[in-house]
């Protein structure tokens, strides 16, 4: 590892660049380049300048840990952030382990705590469990399906939706796993409305989801069955078309049309960096941004790169991102949950969710 002073502190970014998921590719990248570069623009990460290398998360995760591990042994490493599947993720933590600091910045199913391992993404607890519960206490819903991607984001979450869905007096009725990458959902659309599902949670990744809303919508079942999805973006939505999107309700800690201070503040500094053509910065993209940020927060309050030192000081850590200023707990930041519905380019907020007894 480069002690340099004078060197650069060097981040591998583990971003999809390809696959289904790489629609949020573009935004990613752009989102950390203006983390490193207002981080340069201070006094970079121990003085050092912040420099990015890419890494495609968007592969098998095998072959995504076998480059971080690859880097690290060569010394060209001294930390990874990134957006990139639970999949993924669980590949590179056993390289990165009390080697060097992993910042996960995209919404995971929970539970994990290991050394060096800090996440800001949302969880199924303070995510998607509040929006079930608006949803079944605002429209009465009761029969609720399940279709999500075949790994252990969308397995995991969707245990926990069915357990809180019986504690509310409603069941899952169907639910079903499609390999990541899967495009042909038509058997899937008429499991749905064969089973009278009056609800259906959504736990598809990137291109998958797109092709699923269409064929959804196509199939009309949007007309008596209402959408709720934990991971849908600006990129996604407009990929999906506007009229596949009625009835989508979608939870999550931040979107473009978030009229906060940091919110403003972050999509002004975006678009003087990279111009009014840059993708759309939704919730995946700008949590790049916040990976950098706190990445750069941690490491500086420790003084130093070592995982030991940096997991000492973890809880004295704060920083502000694009969803204002937040706060470390036990390797977690928790951040405030906004309940949208779908337009045709856009989100319209419905306003905070908690988790009732909150």
Same mark, same amino acid.
């Given at each position: 590892?480069?002690?340099?002073?004078? @060197?650069?502190?060097?981040?591998?970014?583990?971003?999809?660049?390809?696959?289904?998921?790489?629609?949020?590719?573009?935004?990613?990248?752009?989102?950390?380049?203006?983390?490193?570069?207002?981080?340069?623009?201070?006094?970079?990460?121990? =003085?050092?300048?912040?420099?990015?290398?890419?890494?495609?998360? !968007?592969?098998?995760?095998?072959?995504?840990?076998?480059?971080?591990?690859?880097?690290?042994?060569?010394?060209?490493?001294?930390?990874?952030?990134?957006?990139?599947?639970?999949?993924?993720?669980?590949?590179?933590?056993?390289?990165?382990?009390?080697?060097?600091?992993?910042?996960?910045?995209?919404?995971?199913? @929970?539970?994990?705590?290991?050394?060096?391992?800090?996440?800001?993404?949302?969880?199924?607890?303070?995510?998607?469990?509040?929006?079930?519960?608006?949803?079944?206490?605002?429209?009465?819903?009761?029969?609720?399906?399940?279709?999500?991607?075949?790994?252990?984001?969308?397995?995991?979450?969707?245990?926990?939706?069915?357990?809180?869905?019986?504690?509310?007096?409603?069941?899952?009725?169907?639910?079903?796993?499609?390999?990541?990458?899967?495009?042909?959902?038509?058997?899937?659309?008429?499991?749905?409305?064969?089973? =009278?599902?009056?609800?259906?949670?959504?736990?598809?990744?990137?291109?998958?989801?797109?092709?699923?809303?269409?064929?959804?919508?196509?199939?009309?079942?949007?007309?008596?069955?209402?959408?709720?999805?934990?991971?849908?973006?600006?990129?996604?939505?407009?990929?999906?078309?506007?009229?596949?999107?009625?009835?989508?309700?979608?939870?999550? !800690?931040?979107?473009?049309?978030?009229?906060?201070?940091?919110?403003?503040?972050?999509?002004?500094?975006?678009?003087?960096?990279?111009?009014?053509?840059?993708?759309?910065? !939704?919730?995946?993209?700008?949590?790049?941004?916040?990976?950098?940020?706190?990445? !750069?927060?941690?490491?500086?309050?420790?003084?130093?790169?070592?995982?030991?030192?940096?997991?000492?000081?973890?809880?004295?850590?704060?920083?502000?991102?694009?969803?204002?200023?937040?706060?470390?707990?036990?390797?977690?930041?928790?951040?405030?949950?906004?309940?949208?519905?779908?337009?045709?380019?856009?989100?319209?907020?419905?306003?905070?969710?908690?988790?009732?007894?909150?």
């Amino acid at each position: 590892m480069n002690n340099d002073r004078f @060197g650069t502190f060097r981040v591998g970014l583990i971003f999809p660049m390809s696959g289904p998921f790489g629609i949020v590719g573009p935004s990613s990248e752009l989102s950390a380049q203006l983390a490193r570069d207002e981080l340069n623009a201070s006094d970079g990460v121990l =003085g050092r300048r912040v420099e990015l290398i890419s890494i495609d998360g !968007g592969r098998d995760p095998a072959h995504v840990a076998r480059e971080v591990a690859t880097l690290l042994d060569a010394g060209a490493l001294d930390a990874v952030a990134g957006m990139h599947t639970s999949a993924v993720r669980r590949a590179v933590i056993p390289v990165t382990l009390n080697r060097i600091p992993y910042v996960y910045t995209s919404l995971y199913e @929970g539970g994990d705590r290991y050394s060096g391992l800090f996440i800001t993404g949302e969880t199924p607890a303070n995510q998607l469990v509040p929006a079930l519960e608006f949803l079944v206490r605002e429209f009465g819903r009761r029969r609720w399906a399940i279709v999500g991607n075949d790994y252990v984001w969308p397995r995991k979450s969707a245990a926990i939706t069915a357990t809180r869905l019986r504690g509310l007096g409603a069941s899952v009725v169907h639910a079903e796993f499609a390999p990541v990458g899967t495009i042909d959902f038509a058997t899937t659309v008429t499991e749905l409305e064969r089973s =009278g599902a009056d609800a259906t949670v959504v736990l598809l990744i990137g291109d998958d989801a797109v092709y699923f809303h269409q064929q959804f919508a196509a199939a009309g079942l949007d007309v008596h069955c209402i959408r709720l999805s934990p991971l849908m973006d600006e990129n996604m939505l407009l990929a999906a078309g506007g009229e596949n999107t009625h009835g989508l309700y979608v939870a999550s !800690g931040y979107f473009e049309t978030l009229a906060t201070e940091a919110s403003l503040g972050f999509s002004a500094r975006f678009a003087r960096s990279f111009g009014v053509d840059a993708p759309i910065v !939704g919730a995946l993209g700008q949590s790049c941004y916040e990976g950098i940020k706190l990445l !750069g927060a941690l490491v500086n309050r420790a003084g130093t790169a070592d995982v030991r030192v940096i997991e000492s000081v973890s809880d004295s850590v704060s920083f502000t991102g694009a969803r204002g200023h937040l706060f470390l707990s036990d390797g977690h930041v928790s951040q405030p949950i906004y309940l949208a519905l779908a337009g045709a380019v856009d989100f319209d907020i419905i306003g905070e969710i908690r988790p009732a007894g909150d």
